[in-house]
Protein backbone atom coordinates (compact mmCIF):
# COMPACT_ATOMS: atom_id res chain seq x y z
CA UNK A 1 0.00 0.00 0.00
CA UNK A 2 1.57 3.41 -0.91
CA UNK A 3 2.27 5.66 1.77
CA UNK A 4 0.21 8.74 2.33
CA UNK A 5 1.82 12.58 3.36
CA UNK A 6 0.19 15.16 5.12
CA UNK A 7 1.79 18.29 6.24
CA UNK A 8 2.07 19.49 10.13
CA UNK A 9 0.36 22.67 10.01
CA UNK A 10 1.92 24.17 12.74
CA UNK A 11 5.23 24.01 11.13
CA UNK A 12 4.20 25.10 7.79
CA UNK A 13 6.12 28.69 7.10
CA UNK A 14 3.60 29.54 4.21
CA UNK A 15 6.59 29.67 1.93
CA UNK A 16 4.25 28.00 -1.56
CA UNK A 17 7.65 25.76 -2.46
CA UNK A 18 5.67 22.52 -2.38
CA UNK A 19 2.84 24.16 -4.49
CA UNK A 20 4.99 25.31 -6.86
CA UNK A 21 7.19 22.21 -7.37
CA UNK A 22 3.93 19.89 -7.13
CA UNK A 23 0.34 21.86 -7.41
CA UNK A 24 -0.99 18.05 -7.87
CA UNK A 25 -0.65 17.16 -4.70
CA UNK A 26 -0.36 20.24 -2.13
CA UNK A 27 -2.24 23.42 -2.33
CA UNK A 28 -2.46 26.34 0.20
CA UNK A 29 -5.90 26.02 2.31
CA UNK A 30 -7.53 29.60 3.42
CA UNK A 31 -5.12 29.99 6.08
CA UNK A 32 -2.34 30.32 3.93
CA UNK A 33 -0.72 27.10 5.42
CA UNK A 34 0.35 23.85 2.70
CA UNK A 35 -1.87 20.52 2.63
CA UNK A 36 -2.24 17.81 1.38
CA UNK A 37 -5.44 17.45 -1.70
CA UNK A 38 -4.29 14.74 -3.27
CA UNK A 39 -2.02 11.87 -2.08
CA UNK A 40 -1.38 10.12 -4.76
CA UNK A 41 -0.88 12.90 -6.73
CA UNK A 42 2.95 12.61 -7.74
CA UNK A 43 4.98 9.25 -7.12
CA UNK A 44 6.63 8.96 -3.60
CA UNK A 45 10.08 10.02 -4.92
CA UNK A 46 8.82 13.59 -6.04
CA UNK A 47 6.87 13.90 -2.70
CA UNK A 48 9.82 12.39 -1.11
CA UNK A 49 11.82 15.16 -2.43
CA UNK A 50 9.41 17.98 -1.39
CA UNK A 51 9.85 16.63 2.29
CA UNK A 52 13.55 16.58 2.23
CA UNK A 53 13.19 20.50 1.18
CA UNK A 54 10.31 21.43 2.62
CA UNK A 55 12.15 24.75 5.03
CA UNK A 56 9.86 24.34 7.42
CA UNK A 57 10.45 20.26 7.77
CA UNK A 58 6.70 19.86 8.21
CA UNK A 59 6.04 17.44 5.23
CA UNK A 60 5.60 13.76 6.34
CA UNK A 61 4.22 10.27 5.70
CA UNK A 62 1.61 8.87 7.67
S1 LIG B 1 7.29 23.61 1.50
FE1 LIG B 1 6.83 23.17 3.66
S2 LIG B 1 6.85 25.19 4.68
FE2 LIG B 1 6.67 25.54 2.46
S3 LIG B 1 4.45 25.71 2.06
FE3 LIG B 1 5.05 23.55 1.73
S4 LIG B 1 4.67 22.54 3.70
FE4 LIG B 1 4.72 24.76 4.09
Not at 33 to 46: F, I, R, S, W, Y
Amino acid sequence: MARTPYVEKDECTSCVQCVDNLPEVFRMDDDDLAEVHNPTGADEDAIQEEMDTCPGECIHWK
